[in-house]
């Protein structure tokens, strides 16, 4: 069956995109068909893909919209198993306008019924906030990975985290969360290893054995439009991408 | 006359509010009377000043439902010239309970009306977005301060804040942007070197002198509950936040 993950967490910063993009690229790797879901209004992960945010036609937006007509209209394909469906920048305000519509937090669910079989990954980017946009996609995934940053701020926000999925899932039950990966790793210094001690104190089993190390080529990536597997795939970044994939890949939900 | 700032930037994780509250003690430091507004549900810097967000009684959520009592009933003494308007982690429901008030967007300057004389100094730390508590804190402020960590994604964002800024001049004409901070520079890099150029070439003058550095003790801050004026009193972070406070200073809006 198909799994369809949200890299939700409300901590700007914490590596939602880079994540999204990058385990999405090392699971196109190992042979898996997947989709990319940007709804995010600042449209990084359109970006980082080389594409022109301001250009898009059909996007997240009009498929929040349409959400009977189907999410297949705003698919584009990126490369060689690795389809996207866009943001624009139009997106952010829309999260006012849907506010009012019945409904508002299964929008993308009902959207994303027809396109199921066509995967074995669905990965979704929010933005960095606990509004509708990251409703629409805790109640469209299965999974929830979490991306953490090993800073005391992304440490302590993780519990508002939990408490939106809780709520979520009376909406979407079989909501769990599958992972946490802890990003932004730097173990030379000692609140890195301090907070992801208390990270992996707190999660237990739930934490990746694959952490995401401080490395700059995954900065630069964004730059060429190209995920970092492209980029440079020896690069410490593109290793710890690859090897996540893998652990997420065995780790059936 | 008072200098109401907000350091506002929709991309997350920026250091909006590692700025608004190390700039914030270092005015302090320089004899100046600071009031600060944590406007962010995540409520860091409400955290970060060594306070409980669940534990807060009066809170910029109140501020906000009851704009037209003034917002003195929720201000606290953090410490000698220093004022705070904590947040609280309910806040995340009402952006959506706002959006219906007629006025939404005006809610907080007419707040803050009655409590201009007593500070010379306003900062407010908004959320990652650009929704009702950043329209807020721009509709409130005289002025905008951007922190922009010098990578791809912030770098390109800065357009849409721009924009936002554009249509918030009709309810507040005489806002301005008064400067971009560079944060988490480290001129080791090439990426950092190159972003850095590309801010100055895109906002001249605004950009200030004063960069902060990735300074690893900034981080390390908020478990203290400490500003790094207090906390490190001879780190890179709190060399450069006293630094731009003196410019911000000089420059008068
Ligand atoms: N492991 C890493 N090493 C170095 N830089 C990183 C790493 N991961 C992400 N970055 C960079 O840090 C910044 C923040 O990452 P990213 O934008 O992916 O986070 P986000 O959670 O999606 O942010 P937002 O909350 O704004 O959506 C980006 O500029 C990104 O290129
Ligand atoms: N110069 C710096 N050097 C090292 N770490 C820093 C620096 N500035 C901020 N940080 C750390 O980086 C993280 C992001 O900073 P901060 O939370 O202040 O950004 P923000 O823009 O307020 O984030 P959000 O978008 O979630 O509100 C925090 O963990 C903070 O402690
Ligand atoms: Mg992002
Ligand atoms: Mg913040």
């Known amino acids: 069956?198909?799994?369809?993950?949200?890299?939700?967490?409300?901590?700007?910063?914490?590596?939602?995109?880079?994540?999204?993009?990058?385990?999405?690229?090392?699971?196109?790797?190992?042979?898996?068909r997947v989709l990319l879901i940007d709804?995010?209004?600042?449209?990084?992960?359109?970006?980082?893909?080389?594409?022109?945010?301001?250009?898009?036609?059909?996007?997240?937006?009009?498929?929040?919209?349409?959400?009977?007509?189907?999410?297949?209209?705003?698919?584009?394909?990126?490369?060689?198993?690795?389809?996207?469906?866009?943001?624009?920048?139009?997106?952010a305000a829309a999260e006012l306008e849907l506010a009012g519509k019945i409904g508002r937090e299964t929008l993308l669910r009902e959207a994303l019924t027809p396109l199921r079989d066509r995967y074995d990954y669905i990965l979704i980017d929010p933005p960095p906030s606990l509004g509708l946009f990251t409703l629409n996609a805790l109640v469209a995934a299965s999974e929830v990975v979490i991306p953490l940053q090993v800073h005391v701020y992304a440490l302590k926000g993780v519990a508002q985290l939990q408490q939106t999925i809780k709520l979520v899932q009376k909406l979407n039950p079989s909501l769990q969360i599958s992972g946490v990966v802890c990003t932004m790793v730097d173990r030379r210094n000692n609140l890195s290893r301090v907070v992801e001690q208390q990270i992996r104190e707190t999660f237990g089993q739930l934490v990746f054995e694959t952490i995401i190390p401080t490395n700059i080529t995954l900065a630069e990536a964004p730059a060429s439009g190209q995920s970092i597997i492209d980029y440079a795939p020896t690069s410490a970044g593109a290793l710890a991408y690859s090897a996540l994939a893998e652990e997420l890949d065995h780790a059936q939900a």
Do not use: H, W
Request: aromatic share 4%; hydrophobic share 40%.
């Open 1 to 32: 069956p198909t799994r369809t993950i949200a890299l939700a967490n409300q901590k700007g910063g914490v590596a939602k995109t880079t994540t999204c993009l990058n385990l999405g690229a090392a699971l196109v790797k190992r042979g898996r």
């Open 39 to 91: 709804l995010d209004p600042q449209a990084n992960l359109t970006l980082g893909l080389g594409l022109d945010p301001y250009q898009q036609q059909a996007t997240t937006y009009e498929v929040l919209l349409n959400a009977d007509k189907g999410a297949g209209f705003a698919v584009q394909s990126i490369g060689e198993g690795l389809d996207l469906i866009p943001a624009t920048i139009d997106m």
